[in-house]
């Protein structure tokens, strides 16, 4: 569950779509790097970063 700050949080990341507090929709733009970066073995981390990775 996302709190408030955290909603807003996500919704100025461009990587986003969409947030609610149950649930995050991605870019597809977001969602194709991410695959590729996971395919060439970048595994995903809680912390956030690959979000910050591929802003912009």
Known sequence: MFNENEIKQ???????ENVTEKS?????KFKLRAVKAYKEGQTPNLDGDILRSYEG
Do not use: M
């Not at 996500?10 to 986003?16: A, F, T």
């Open 10 to 16: 996500l919704e100025g990341n461009p990587n986003v």
């Open 24 to 28: 995050i929709t991605y870019s597809a």
